[in-house]
């Protein structure tokens, strides 16, 4: 018997790094799980591995989140197979390779809205429905720690987008909490990811070593989503133990 039994979950991202390790904890929790991401043979190797390891089987939404209709429909595919929608992960996230202030365009600003914020206030809005008959909802993002401390090697753009889901956040807090619906927001310093691989200065394995891992990140979801419904974890600061140098990063990123 799981705390999550009775329960389902849609996870954005869900292919790898955080998504993937969120999804297969969730699902260990009892939850039946629905994955939702861009690359259709990464959600089905998540799918894979929880029918390996949790003995459960999860449904498989390909979409692309920047997409207004095509979030939503993930939304109700989600309802449809399970009945329900009780915990929303938007762990989905796009960067741009330009980095600094004086590179970032507008253009920049506008790709990175549209998915790191639009994308999930759409999930929200077409959740919100279910969670508020039902009487309540648990609404986790993953933002990020370059919103307490920006700069290059996160990148302007991707800053401001992930201070703007914050706003969302808080915004749902002060809108649905006493109607039972709750919004935690994690904010991660560096985790070792495929996303690192699109820094303008990769990291190399020593760096990456004294990082975080998606699976840390995963406890931390699964934290939130198995908190009773009285209690409500709005916002968790999680960063690597050892601080490595960062001026080689900001160095290379200010190129971009």
Known sequence: MGTLDGQAALVTGGGSGIGRAAALALAGDGASVALVGRRTHLLE???QLIEALVGASALVLPADLGDADAARDAVAQTGAAFGRLDILVNNAGANTAARSVSTTSAD???TLTRINVTGPLTLTQAALPGM???GGGVIITVA???VVSPGPPGGTAYSVSKAAVVALMKAINVEYRNRGVRACTIYPGEVD???LDARPLIPGAEA???MMHADDMAQLILLCARMPA??????IYVRPTHLRNMQPDIAAAMEF
Do not use: G
């Open 45 to 47: 190797e998540t799918a």
């Open 108 to 110: 920049d600003i506008d």
């Open 132 to 134: 508020l008959e039902r």
């Open 144 to 146: 990020s720690y370059s």
């Open 193 to 195: 990811t495929q996303m």
């Open 208 to 210: 990456r070593s004294t």
């Open 230 to 235: 009285r209690t409500l974890v709005e916002d």
